[in-house]
């Protein structure tokens, strides 16, 4: 008996430990490799304009973002690229949060770099489709969905033993991108599969291609398609224990006729009440079930500054009042406004893309603001993030503690 209670205990155990570790699941990309140069838009983001990123890419890589204007919504589609030639070996992870260029969050992405020692092709001779989507009908501003797609290359890797390039085929559908990823046109339209690799000995870099064809059907010209928070709330800062406030936030609804509405209630927020301290994002739910639309704001929530309290004597008798001020001051503790992210400032748009990049630097997370064309991230410390310290600890606490268990158990149950 003792011994099935225990091993039970065990399993709970165990399970603790690694429910965690799968809650910290991040987007994984593939096709890294030492000495192999690696070029890929990792994500399409609609409606972002700026990203910041925290965290650290691969020595020798470097991510940088590109926008382009969406005419059906007045949105923007934003692509991210990682790009460069990895020189050392391991996992990397970084976190990267798009926002449109009021600062608004749009997404935020946990992604995770695992870079091989060895390439399994050293150049690829060509590129094809072996099996279209099983999605091929879509609705205008959907999102590609790329489940069953399946894409091979043929490629070339040397064999020290015979001294020659021997051909082969290898699954490189996670090395694709798709354009469009987004769909501003509900005509029937091509979408393009990009893979950009060395196509030489000499490892230059060549963009292969191929597509396959989809359709569209009209969505209900009175279907939410999305929402997205048109003007913010005019309370943006708040104190631990106060309530939220959306006053002045005005929501706008993108219709299927391609229309838009707005409106300053109807909509649910998932934050009542601040409880604590920092920057807090809140959700905003527009419609029930399956056609239930979000957005996204952030506000910072400072600490509640604590009154003072008068010291008076619990003595019966009554004291002479004291004319003479205290020698000690008692100084309150005041909160300061704290955001774990610095916002650069944004120029005026012109006529024509330009590229604007900032040398600012935030503690704990670098902005960077893209104003058409390109930007590429700065040089970035490196450094273990705090929390990554903190689940290490706690996981050698747990470990610890369950081979002590084990060991007065096996103690137990041998007495």
Known sequence: MKKRIFSA???????????????????????????LEFDSVIETVLGAKTFSKSGNVPEGMKLSGTWAYKNTFGDYVFKMTLSGTPTKAGTYNFSVTYKKEDGTVVEKIDYTVVVGEESPFDYVHSMSIYKWPDKLVYYLGDTVDLTGLKVIATVYKFNKET??????DIDVTELCWVEPAV????????????????????????????????????????????IEIFKK????????????????????????DGSAEDITEGFKTDVTKFDEAGTQTVTVTYGEGEKAKTATFDVTVNEKVEEPVSSSSSSSEPEPPVSSESSSEEELPVSSDSSSEEELPISSESSSEEEITDSSESSSEEEIIVIGGEVEEPEEKGGVPIWAWIIIVLLIVLVGAAVGLFIIGRKRIDD
């Not at 309530?243 to 936030?249: A, K, P, R, V």
């Open 9 to 35: 205990f065990l399993a709970v155990l165990m399970i603790v430990l690694l429910v965690p570790v799968q809650a910290m699941a991040a987007t994984e990309i593939k096709g890294a490799y030492v000495g």
């Open 163 to 168: 001294d020659m390039y021997e051909p082969k």
């Open 183 to 226: 769909f501003t046109s509900d005509e029937a339209q091509n979408v393009v599969v990009y893979l950009k690799a060395p196509y030489n000995q000499n490892g230059d870099l060549k963009l292969f291609e191929d597509h396959f064809r989809v359709k569209f059907e009209y969505a209900n010209p009175n279907d939410i398609l999305r």
């Open 233 to 256: 709330p005019e309370k943006l800062t708040y104190t631990v224990g106060e309530n939220l406030d959306t006053t002045g936030m005005t929501v706008r609804l993108h219709k299927g």
